[in-house]
């Protein structure tokens, strides 16, 4: 059998609605393959498919191992500009153009998007799958559990919290010899054995034995006293819901606990390092490596405590085994997508999974993925972190553009979830579009920075006039430099409505680039952060505060200071302060702390008032979510 043996692909008739109709009716009505059909189609083995009910599937790693000598297909990374805060239809575009690139000019193509959060989901969102006639289906399934990867996440996290706290505990109220008999105890032939993690720490220290008899009172304590500073611990819980109440909580309350009390929070789950290892993780043997080296906090004696320190780093693992393989499912005209991973894109890379583009690039010829919000966020986080990671080399960079959020840039009305858009937006006014288009045209000269061709998407609403379109369309390519821009309507025809942008796409795919990252990883931590602050946001400077000043020092000491750098911060403005809109200038960029995540392989430092907690808002989307009890399907997701 050859490498590759496909049953020949098919796609799904779109079912096309006017006016259209919300976004799960449209879902709910089409059509849909079994996605054993979708697997076939790919050239999948039956034994490399792990099924979860009719309509998705997880593929195995294995798949890499039988394809590694197959040729690559190309790589289109999809982003945008400065977003408002209602999406600009980034997913949206990203499903469209797979649809056009498979349904209308038979390529093989696969989609790679990132799995949702609950949190938002219910929060803000209502959903994440596309929207209209660009969607991934079933959307139910794509936005509530999918197949449990969130869960296992949290458990993970959760779980190296509890043995933070325990250890901390234990050490408290033990001594050096209670610890070592409890840690290394005899077995059933009455000798002590060194488990697997801790003969991993035997090693780190140096220790030449395998026998846990032979340790002198000195080597014993240091193996089994970790020492965890309780003010240096920098692991916190998560939970895959917005919940503002939990972002400072007080631990340690119990009388059982002995006086430890202190102070913590929760982390949304997609803000877990967890969620970025395993976006970033290129096999089963890297994850659990990657779990190992990642660090916890510090010991009162000033060094990192990891998790395999604790001891964790293996059932992290076990926990975990399923998560790391893709997971398989549908666009709504029969195109086949992974949805693996959601970290989140204000404080980690906001990419989905390495793992799910090297299995799709062996599959496709053409495979589209998407990094979270404006170009100045995912975008630069999937050059810089992602691509130095896997190795991968973009061929295209389409920027999705909207007349509603250039309005905005231009100084039109605040623009806010949930209440209707001021008339400044739906009337035509070319003069407040032309002041916004400057944002355009920065996120435009910023991918022309890494040396990738970049086409605009100007994805089209029902109230944009010929004129706005055009006005945008015309500046992309005459004032920007792209190499090219079409008007899309995806949304409102699926394939049909970007056939022009799929053209062009395949065209600006055979062009030659010059891809390079925007800094080297061997300069200091300071100038990787002024290089972006000043290359991709425009800032002026950089400014430390004193605890920022502090992790520097210290991760420079630690030596975690070649790792690439992640910005968090805010998405609605290329500065750290949402409330500039546009392209602001002489503004600096203020650093209130560093966190390492060096597991995942980075440094992220928090710009302005950056939360890894989401809050609801009034009226959070969970609202319009309910069941249908005489059909028994979801509403009101969108």
């Given at each position: ?563 690439p750098i992640c910005m968090a911060k805010t998405h609605l403005s290329l500065s750290h302060d949402p409330n500039l809109k546009g392209v602001p ?54």
């Amino acid at each position: 059998m050859s490498p590759l043996s496909r049953r020949q692909f098919t796609a799904t008739q779109l079912k096309l609605r006017k006016p259209v109709p919300s976004d799960i009716d449209i879902a709910q009505e089409s059509d849909i393959k079994p996605i054993s059909q979708i697997a076939e189609e790919l050239g999948l083995l039956p034994e490399e498919v792990e099924y979860y009910g009719p309509h998705k599937a997880k593929v195995k790693l294995e798949v890499l191992d039988r394809l590694k000598d197959l040729p690559s297909g190309k790589y289109i990374d999809v982003t945008a500009i400065t977003p408002t805060p209602l999406g600009e239809g980034k997913t949206t575009t990203t499903v469209g153009l797979s649809q056009a690139l498979g349904a209308l000019l038979n390529y093989r193509v696969m989609t790679c998007i990132r799995q949702p959060s609950q949190g938002p989901t219910f929060g803000i969102k209502g959903g994440a799958a596309g929207g209209g006639y660009s969607q991934v289906i079933p959307m139910e399934e794509f936005n509530l559990h999918l197949t449990g990867d969130i869960h296992a996440i949290t458990a993970a996290n959760n779980l190296v919290a509890a043995a933070i706290d325990a250890r901390v505990l234990h050490e408290a109220d033990a001594t050096d010899e209670q610890l070592f008999n409890r840690l290394i105890p005899a077995g059933k032939d009455g000798k002590r054995h060194f488990s697997r993690l801790m003969l991993e720490r035997v090693r780190k220290l140096g220790y030449a034995t395998d026998d846990p008899d032979e340790l002198s009172p000195e080597q014993r304590k240091k193996l089994c006293r970790l020492d965890i500073d309780p003010d240096a611990i920098t692991w916190r819980r998560t939970i895959d819901t917005s919940d503002r109440f939990l972002r400072g909580i007080t631990i340690g309350q119990g009388e059982e606990e002995k006086g430890l009390e202190r102070k913590t929070g929760f982390d949304i789950t997609v803000a877990s390092e967890i969620m970025a290892i395993l976006a970033l993780t290129t096999s089963l043997k890297d994850m659990r490596e990657r779990f190992g080296r990642t660090v916890i906090g510090l010991s009162k004696a000033g060094e990192a405590i990891t998790c395999s320190d604790l001891g964790v780093s293996g059932a992290m693992t076990v926990l975990m085994r399923d998560a790391i393989k893709p997971n398989l499912m549908q666009t709504l005209e029969g195109t086949p997508v992974f949805v693996h991973a959601g970290p989140f894109a204000n404080i980690a890379h906001g990419n989905s999974s390495i793992l799910a583009d090297q299995i799709a690039l062996k599959l496709a010829d053409f495979v589209v993925t998407e990094s979270g919000f404006g170009a100045d966020m995912g975008m630069e986080k999937f050059f810089d972190i992602k691509c130095r990671t896997s190795g991968l080399i973009p061929n295209v960079v389409v920027i999705v553009a909207t007349v509603r959020a250039l309005k905005m840039h231009g100084g039109g009305p605040k623009v806010v979830a949930g209440k209707p858009l001021d008339k400044a937006y739906t009337a035509e006014n070319l003069d407040l579009l032309r002041a916004g288009l400057p944002n355009m045209l920065h996120h435009i000269k910023l991918a022309r920075k890494y040396g990738v061709p970049v086409v605009v998407a100007v994805n089209s609403f029902a109230t944009d006039t010929d004129a706005e379109l055009e006005l945008v369309r015309k500046a992309a390519i005459e004032e920007g430099g792209a190499y090219a821009a079409e008007i899309c309507k995806h949304w409102e025809l699926g394939s049909g409505g970007a056939i022009d942008l799929a053209k062009k796409v395949v065209e600006a795919s055979n062009l030659s680039s010059d891809f390079r990252f925007i800094y080297p990883l061997d300069v200091s931590i300071k100038e990787k952060i002024e290089t972006i602050a000043r290359e991709v946001y425009g800032a002026d400077g950089v400014d430390y505060s004193p605890e920022a000043e502090e992790r520097i020092a210290e991760y420079t000491r630690l030596g975690f200071d070649k790792l690439p750098i992640c910005m968090a911060k805010t998405h609605l403005s290329l500065s750290h302060d949402p409330n500039l809109k546009g392209v602001p200038t002489g503004f600096r960029i203020p650093v209130r702390d560093i966190r390492a995540s060096v597991g995942a392989g980075f440094l992220y430092p928090l710009l302005g008032k950056m939360s890894t907690m989401p809050g609801l808002p009034t009226r959070p989307a969970f609202y319009d979510v309910d069941l249908d009890l005489e059909t028994g399907r979801v509403v009101g997701l969108f």
